[in-house]
């Protein structure tokens, strides 16, 4: 069996985890905290997306931009991430073990 990174890209599952933050983030309870966590290949993504704001914010925070995340962990992140390059573009804060 091939491994999950050469099954699902980073580039078909990044859209789907974006699609679901937002539309929690959007949802009918926009300002609880939002925390997300991944593990080796996952990783990746998490880190990815603690670059990103929120692209449609809720009204009652539309005069900022509001991170996709409120909080981010990863552990054990796979060998493409680039240290220091890669956190210098964070906007969440991030947890790394």
């Known amino acids: ?10 580039r078909k599952s990044l859209p789907r985890l974006r699609s ?4 929690l983030r959007t949802s ?8 997300a966590a991944g593990y080796c290949w996952g990783a ?10 929120l692209s449609n914010p809720a ?3 539309s005069s900022s931009q509001r991170a996709l995340l409120d909080a981010a962990f990863v552990a054990h992140p796979a060998s493409d991430i680039v ?3 890669d956190f ?3 906007v969440t804060p991030l947890s790394m073990a």
């Open 20 to 23: 679901f933050l937002t539309s």
């Open 1 to 10: 069996m091939a491994p999950l990174f050469i099954l699902v890209p980073l």
């Open 28 to 35: 009918t309870h926009p300002d609880l905290p939002v925390g």
């Open 59 to 61: 009204p009652s925070n």
């Open 83 to 85: 240290v220091p390059d």
């Open 88 to 90: 210098k573009r964070l």
């Open 44 to 53: 990746n993504h998490i880190i990815t997306l603690s670059y990103e704001f």
